[in-house]
């Protein structure tokens, strides 16, 4: 009895060596680390910055005045200054305001607010930024649709009312990582304007947002 235990005590402790001579296999440990997401930016500037600025203004104009000799001064740069390309939408809004009623009353001035029905407005992306519509330009309808500058078609002037609440959706549909472009505005006030335009006033406010692409 003694011998059978004797060996079934060495028999365990065989096992046991063996058993611990496993841990001795050849291994090696490698490591993944630093696995980061880091978010690109969309981040659209206007005239190198992010306040609002004033794309075009005038005072005292009158019937035949224009600025279609300096269209240039009627621009603002729209600059995507993030690390993501974008699509670029737009909208505007028009206010229109009567001029002050005179003193003493003139019955040859009646104050309305019908400059924004008058005056009219051509919008368009100057993209070779040379100050007026010219090859590679892209054209905003007052309609919410965009057009391509072609030999022989001008610029779609429609009264500055009839852009009122309008959306462009896509005006730029691939606005590269720092791409600069000029929005500008070619504006008239027509010979045929009236007295009823007199003293009043018309704003136009254009917003433009940069969208993440699909």
Known sequence: MKKIIGLSI???LILALVGGATWALFSDTETSANNTLVAGTLDLNINGGNTA????????VKP???????????????LNKGSLAGKLTMSAAVVGLAGPAPVPADPDIVPTNSLKD???VALYIDKDGDGHWSSGDIGLKSDGTTYAYAVGTPLSQAAMSAYDGKN???????????ESDKFAVNWEVPTAATNAIQGGSATMTFTFVLNQLP
């Open 10 to 12: 060495a028999a365990l």
């Open 64 to 78: 035949g005045d224009n600025n279609d000799a300096n269209q240039a001064a009627a621009s603002s740069i729209l």
């Open 53 to 60: 600025v004033s794309t075009f203004s005038a005072a005292n």
């Open 168 to 178: 462009w959706a896509s005006v730029l549909p691939n606005m590269a990582t720092t």
């Open 118 to 120: 008058v005056a009219t």
